[in-house]
């Protein structure tokens, strides 16, 4: 059976719940498919200790402010999914759970989504599938002699299962550094990181990443001088549970073993450190193997785009990901801005 409409948002994280947002203000007909059975996107399936780098009201996507979680400055995912449970309901987007998008392919006029459940036709898509299931692992000698448990961050939940284990977690982001804190207390931890951790200011939270992703892109689309962006201020914002365990001295990194062995890890140096389990903070790619038979054009597992718009394809937009689509585009904060931007550049297409 094919279905029809004007827009077809695959996934229903914040990123397509923003377009569905934008989308129904501009009076387009559109279906959001969500491969989740639930709502929530990603933020259902993070570990539970896991806290948002910004303050409620500065996670907010259009429309609705997020509400304070009482007690925690800083709200937890297990709030951020109630948000977007409430978001979808209140302003009644036509999200589809269950139904996953094996392909988008061109189809006379129209764009075709191909998907578990019967396809859909529609004038223009828009693609917000995140990164969560594309987690990245790093290629590093010895990783398949290792004989104990390796799991990445999409894997990690709770410090529960690893009481009184060796654990070493590599990656110097924020994954590495809040899931090196969770473990610490409850198992031997020994953190990895490729260079040393650079930590924001304990007073810079997510409002001030916004701003820097945003002060990039125009200085970016200005011709001038490349501001860094985020990454300038530094890779780690110390929240609460991080700052209390660097503070005491609990969270020190080492530099990235040269190898693994059937045991544990072995330094440049020659030391090793004998480990049960290794777990990877090392980071995601965009999730657009349903866009792969559209053959477009891109580099490092990105698509060429026009801010949202996809270079080879315009009535293909992509949201969320990363700044590559937008400031801030794959953050709470900042993809309202960017879900605008592509929603109104679609009604011109389409209308
Ligand atoms: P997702 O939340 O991943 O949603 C994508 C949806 O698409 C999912 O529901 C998925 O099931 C669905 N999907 C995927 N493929 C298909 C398909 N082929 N067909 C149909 N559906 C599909 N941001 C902040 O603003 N504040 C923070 O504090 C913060 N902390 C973070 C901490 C971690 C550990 C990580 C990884 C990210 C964090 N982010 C934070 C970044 C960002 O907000 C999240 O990554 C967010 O989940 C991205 O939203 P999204 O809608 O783009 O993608």
């Not at 569905?20 to 959001?32: D, K, Q, T």
């Not at 800083?74 to 302003?91: I, N, Q, S, T």
């Not at 700052?243 to 990194?253: E, H, Q, S």
């Not at 777990?279 to 965009?286: D, E, H, K, M, N």
Request: aromatic letters at 8%; glycine letters at 12%.
């Amino acid at each position: 059976m094919t279905e029809q409409t004007d827009v077809v948002v695959v996934g229903g994280g914040q990123a397509g719940l923003a377009a569905g947002y934008h989308l129904r203000r501009l009076g387009i007909e559109h279906v959001i498919l969500d491969a989740c059975a639930a709502p929530g996107g990603a933020w259902q399936h993070t570990w539970d200790s896991l806290r948002l780098f910004s303050p409620a009201a500065y996670s907010s996507l259009p429309g609705r402010l997020m509400p304070v979680q009482e007690g925690q400055p800083y709200p937890g995912a297990a709030h951020v999914v109630d948000y977007l449970a409430d978001y979808e309901k209140r302003y009644e987007l036509p999200v589809r759970h269950g139904v996953r998008v094996a392909a988008v392919h061109r189809d006379a006029t129209f764009l075709r989504a191909e998907t578990d459940r019967g396809d859909w036709r529609a004038r223009a898509v828009i693609s917000a599938t995140g990164t969560w299931g594309r987690p990245f692992l790093p290629v590093v000698p010895g990783r398949g002699e290792f004989t104990g448990r390796q799991l990445h961050t999409v894997q990690y939940r709770s410090p529960a299962e690893f009481a009184g284990q060796r654990v070493i977690v590599v990656g110097g982001g924020n994954s590495g550094a809040q899931i090196a804190a969770d473990l610490t207390g409850h198992a031997h931890v020994t953190w990895v990181t490729r260079r040393p951790p650079r930590y924001l200011a304990d007073d810079i939270d997510g409002r001030a990443l916004f701003d820097a992703a945003t002060a990039r892109r125009r200085a970016l689309d200005e011709g001038r001088t490349d501001t860094g962006g985020v990454a300038s201020l530094g890779d780690i914002v110390a929240v609460p549970p991080v700052r209390a365990a660097r503070d005491t001295g609990l969270l020190t990194a080492k530099p990235m073993f040269t190898r693994l062995t059937a045991t544990g890890a072995q330094w440049a140096d020659g030391t090793r450190s004998e480990a049960d389990a290794v777990i990877w903070c090392t980071g995601f790619r965009p999730a657009l193997t349903h866009l792969a038979g559209l053959r477009l054009r891109g580099t490092r597992g990105h698509i060429a785009t026009d801010r949202t718009r996809a270079a080879d394809e315009p009535r293909l937009h992509l949201l969320g990901y990363g700044d590559w689509t937008g400031p801030a585009s794959a953050t709470l904060i900042g993809v309202g801005r960017t879900a605008r931007e592509a929603t109104r550049e679609l009604a011109l297409l389409i209308r």
